[in-house]
């Protein structure tokens, strides 16, 4: 059986040219060369890289015209990509990560080369001094970070995607712009029969952030989270999920003009369309519920 062929994509708002730089620098030097390598600007030119850099593989720039979001940036990559037809896994990694290992794109080869059934792997996400946050770790409560295994989701900083999953899944819904896209295709896969896995071996550094330094964050969270329940899950968990997370959001936030941007987004996500339904099954919702995170939470 020949050896899976790998992809790296990053999407860029032209901002951050120093950290692509050494982003893309951290690429060149794993000891498992990617097989083609795709920088998008999401609403911004793009330098020459490949020659300044020598980056190894087939490389490709693309620049939109206009910012499209996180996902909408990510699936200008992976349409490119699948369109090339000669890549099985694109790993996705934020223009500010870093991979300090060199062994990285070999453990996610060999990864998927051993479980057929693996769609997704997520990262582990550390600052400089090596601490995770905790809303990096794809678990309910203090988990301990270094503690790999199955998931119900995954990291949208860097993590790994087969592309015969997206076949069957679809893209990343790019109408989200910003938040909880990562949710909706990590609840797609697993009602397709695709395993998630968290790899904490697989360490992307990333400077220490909080979400809310995005200034649409507290409406485009609460859109998002509206539509994500009103497209992925059962009617009877609609209200629930949704309930839970206004009592949690009323807890949590300490800012008026937060919580009154919160709910603006709320009532957008009622009031607009969510796009398509496609209710998961019962059974993934017991699946997710024995991974430890129902899908109310």
């Known amino acids: 059986?020949?050896?899976l062929r790998i992809a790296v994509a990053v999407v860029t708002m032209g901002n951050r040219p120093a950290e692509v730089d050494a982003l893309l620098e951290s690429v060149a030097k794993q000891d498992v060369a990617p097989d083609r390598i795709v920088v998008v600007g999401n609403g911004c030119p793009l330098p020459e890289f490949a020659e300044?850099?020598?980056?190894p593989g087939e490389f490709t720039s693309i620049e939109l015209d206009e910012n499209l979001g996180c996902p909408g940036g990510r699936n200008a990559a992976l349409e490119r990509l699948c369109a090339f037809g000669d890549v099985d896994v694109v790993v996705e990694l934020d223009d500010d990560g870093l991979l300090v290992d060199a062994d990285v794109l070999r453990r996610v080869r060999d990864l998927y080369a051993a479980d057929d059934r693996l769609g997704i792997v997520g990262f582990r996400i550390a600052d400089e001094h090596g601490e995770t946050q905790q809303r990096h770790v794809p678990r309910i409560g203090k988990s301990d970070p270094?503690?790999?295994?199955?998931?119900?989701?995954f990291l949208g900083g860097g993590h790994a995607l087969r592309t015969a999953m997206l076949a069957r899944t679809g893209n990343w819904p790019a109408e989200f712009?910003?938040?909880h896209e990562e949710t909706d295709l990590a609840w797609r896969a697993a009602d397709a029969g695709w395993r998630i896995l968290y790899a904490p071996e697989l360490l992307l550094q990333h400077?220490?952030?909080s979400p809310a330094r995005h200034a649409i964050y507290y409406r485009v969270n609460a859109r998002n989270r509206v539509w994500l329940t009103r497209r992925r899950l059962p009617l009877p968990l609609i209200p629930v999920h949704l309930g839970i997370w206004v009592?949690?959001?009323?807890?949590?936030t300490r800012s008026l003009g937060g919580l009154r941007a919160w709910f603006g987004g709320f009532?957008?996500?009622l009031r607009e369309s969510a796009g398509e339904r496609r209710p998961m099954r019962w059974r993934t919702v017991?699946?997710?519920s024995r991974l430890g995170r129902p899908p109310v939470i």
């Open 1 to 3: 059986m020949s050896e």
């Open 52 to 55: 300044r850099l020598s980056l």
């Open 146 to 153: 270094l503690r790999g295994g199955y998931v119900t989701g």
């Open 177 to 179: 712009f910003f938040a």
């Open 207 to 209: 400077p220490k952030t």
């Open 247 to 252: 009592l949690l959001t009323l807890a949590r």
């Open 267 to 269: 009532l957008e996500g």
């Open 286 to 288: 017991w699946q997710l």
